[in-house]
Nanobody, 123 residues
Framework: VQLVESGGGSVQTGGSLRLSCAAS????????MGWTRQSPGKQREGIAA???????TTYAEFAEGRATISSDNAKKVYLQMIDLEPEDTAKYYC???????????????????WGQGTQVTVS
C-alpha cells in the first residue's frame, strides 16, 4: 500500500490549504481514509476522515467548520482547511485503515497505513 501526499508548503496566517493524497497498491472494497498531523513536541492528532462505504465523514472537534475532507472515488482524498493559524503548523499525514469505519480518528495511530507526510508551515 502506498500513500502519497502533496500540497504542503508555506501559508500565511488566515490563509487556506488543500492537500491531496493518492492511494495505490490495494483493492479493499471499503476503507477509512483520513488525515492526521503532528507538530514538534506534540502528539499526533486526527483531523478528518472519510469512510468509502457510504461517504460519511468524521472531524476532530478543532477541525469542525475549518476542515473539509473529500474524495473523488479514485483512491484520492483531499483535505481543505481555512483560517489557518501558526498553531496549524505541522506535518500532515494521509492514512488508511481497510475494511473499517472511521471510528478511531481520536486515536491517531489507529490507522494501518501511512504516507510520508507533507509539511505545512503557517506564519
Amino acid at each position: 500500500v502506498q500513500l502519497v501526499e502533496s500540497g504542503g508548503g508555506s501559508v500565511q496566517t488566515g490563509g487556506s490549504l488543500r492537500l491531496s493524497c493518492a492511494a495505490s497498491g490495494f483493492t479493499y472494497s471499503t476503507y477509512c481514509m483520513g488525515w492526521t498531523r503532528q507538530s514538534p513536541g506534540k502528539q499526533r492528532e486526527g483531523i478528518a476522515a472519510l469512510y468509502t462505504g457510504d461517504g460519511s465523514t468524521t472531524y476532530a472537534e478543532f477541525a469542525e467548520g475549518r476542515a473539509t475532507i473529500s474524495s473523488d472515488n479514485a483512491k484520492k482524498v483531499y483535505l481543505q482547511m481555512i483560517d489557518l493559524e501558526p498553531e496549524d503548523t505541522a506535518k500532515y499525514y494521509c492514512a488508511v485503515r481497510p475494511m473499517a469505519r472511521c471510528e478511531g480518528l481520536d486515536r491517531p495511530f489507529w490507522f494501518t497505513y501511512w504516507g510520508q507526510g507533507t509539511q505545512v508551515t503557517v506564519s
